[in-house]
């Protein structure tokens, strides 16, 4: 898997987040949660489509929003092929952001990996 983050990977469809919010489950490594459903997709070779979300509640300016949501998506395609190589099943990750502190990238790199694990070992058992 290569540590890139293209436009087929990332999860856009109404639908299948309604779904992941209904009948998904998660996982969570404070300020990180990650909910995940098990589904099928057109492409094979696509293990994961993923979003990424931080509440308005807690981040009033978009500027914020828009800096966590980056620091998100870039941890997450710096650490996917570490964590997702093995796996062959397909998910649709959500990953929310629920602190209400603006993080750094070390800070949220290394929640990502801890929630990674968190999530592997919940799906092993």
């Given at each position: ?6 436009k ?10 309604e ?7 998660s ?9 995940y459903?098990q ?6 070779y ?6 990424v ?9 978009a ?10 998506r870039?941890?997450?395609r710096l650490n ?6 093995n796996?062959?099943t397909?998910?649709a ?14 800070q ?18």
């Amino acid at each position: 898997m290569k540590a890139t983050y293209p436009k087929k990977e990332k999860l856009k469809s109404k639908k299948l987040i309604e779904q992941l919010f209904a009948e998904g489950q998660s996982v969570s490594a404070y300020p990180l949660r990650l909910a995940y459903l098990q589904t099928r997709f057109d492409n094979d070779y696509i293990i994961a489509k993923t979003g990424v979300s931080v509440s308005k509640r807690n981040f009033k300016t978009a500027v914020d929003r828009n800096h966590i949501k980056r620091l998100l998506r870039e941890s997450y395609r710096l650490n996917k092929a570490d964590y997702f190589n093995n796996i062959t099943t397909q998910y649709a990750f959500m990953i929310l952001y629920i602190g209400k502190e603006k993080p750094t990238l070390s800070q949220v790199e290394t929640k990502m990996k801890h929630l990674f694990e968190k999530f592997l070992d919940k799906v092993s058992e």
